[in-house]
């Protein structure tokens, strides 16, 4: 497993393999992996001859007051975890190289982008797509690969990469969960015991829906009380940001729930806020 800190060679690097003909498949990341992480990973190892992980704590997709300073990092672990699945490259750019003095230009999706994350976490994206931008240019990917758990990021990347005719095929991977239901998280180390415990709430949550869905419930509005009603029976759930049921295409919420919708939810506990999402089926 080779370990690139610098651009330029890795930049080198990734244009051999191309010249030799090899497909590269890329995870970008922030590191602190876990199994969800480790998915991507696999996904790519099959579809790819080369993976590349990248492990990049991106400070311009944190607002100010949110969680970059203590974001939990461990690169030694990260790399024991990413030799042990085979993977040939991995890059650790410093913030400096990627953002140096005078960075004067960002990319920013202005449809999907707007709602939800990106009301909660004004200027989130714009600092998501500038980084998954340069990541591309640099690593040049034939596949990228994303997961579910964050929905709106990846049909905002999805749309980034279709205006912007790049030349990379997106790919969405499923949700991994804990065995209570709990979507994996590097954030998840946040809660503590109690917390933890009513964090299941969510995945209770969608559960629940998905019951009342099952038993004819059609209206979106509706289904959203009930969740929210559900989740504020846990006092650890301090706040709730939003819970919707939305076209998983638009990210718009829908007026009938007809079998193509996803539950987005975004709650705050003491010391973690938790985003997570559902497919609804009919
Ligand atoms: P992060 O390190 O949190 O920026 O996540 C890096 C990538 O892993 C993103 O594409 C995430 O959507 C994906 N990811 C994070 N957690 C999970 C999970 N529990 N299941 C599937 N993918 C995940």
């Known amino acids: 497993m080779r370990v690139f800190q610098k651009t330029s060679e890795l930049a080198s690097y990734i244009n051999k393999l191309k010249r030799e003909g090899k497909s590269v498949g890329f995870v970008p990341t922030m590191?602190?992996?876990?199994?969800?992480?480790?998915?991507?990973?696999?996904?790519?190892?099959?579809?790819?001859?080369?993976?590349?992980?990248?492990?990049f704590v991106n400070p311009t997709q944190f607002g100010k007051g949110e969680d970059f300073?203590?974001?939990?990092?461990?690169?030694?672990?990260?790399?024991?975890?990413?030799?042990?699945?085979?993977v040939e490259i991995v890059f650790v750019p410093q913030v400096g190289d990627m953002y140096p003095e005078g960075f004067s230009t960002f990319v920013e999706e202005t449809k999907l982008s707007r709602k939800w994350e990106g009301e909660f976490r004004p200027g989130h994206f714009k600092g998501?797509?500038?980084?998954?931008?340069?990541?591309?240019?640099?690593?040049k990917p034939d596949r990228a690969y994303f997961g579910e758990k964050d929905f709106q990021q990846l049909k905002v990347i999805q749309k980034m990469v279709k205006d912007l005719n790049l030349d990379v095929e997106i790919v969405g991977c499923p949700i991994v969960r804990?065995?209570?239901?709990?979507?994996?998280?590097?954030?998840?180390?946040?809660?503590?015991?109690?917390?933890?415990?009513?964090?299941?709430?969510?995945?209770?949550?969608?559960?629940?829906?998905?019951?009342?869905?099952?038993?004819?419930?059609?209206?979106?509005?509706?289904?959203?009380?009930?969740?929210?009603?559900?989740?504020?029976?846990f006092p650890l759930i301090k706040e709730i940001d939003y819970v919707a049921i939305v076209d998983e295409d638009t990210l718009e919420p829908v007026k009938e729930i007809k079998g193509k919708e996803r539950i987005l939810v975004a709650v705050r506990l003491p010391s973690a806020r938790l985003i997570d999402n559902w497919k609804l089926e009919i």
């Open 128 to 139: 998501v797509c500038t980084v998954v931008l340069k990541l591309f240019n640099i690593v």
């Open 31 to 55: 590191g602190y992996l876990h199994e969800g992480h480790l998915s991507l990973v696999r996904c790519a190892k099959r579809e790819n001859d080369t993976v590349v992980v990248s492990i």
């Open 69 to 86: 300073d203590r974001y939990p990092r461990d690169l030694d672990r990260d790399l024991k975890l990413l030799q042990k699945e085979g």
């Open 178 to 233: 804990e065995e209570d239901g709990l979507a994996m998280s590097s954030r998840n180390v946040y809660l503590s015991k109690e917390e933890r415990e009513q964090a299941t709430a969510i995945y209770q949550s969608f559960q629940l829906a998905q019951k009342l869905v099952k038993e004819g419930l059609k209206n979106p509005r509706e289904l959203e009380k009930r969740i929210v009603n559900f989740l504020k029976k």
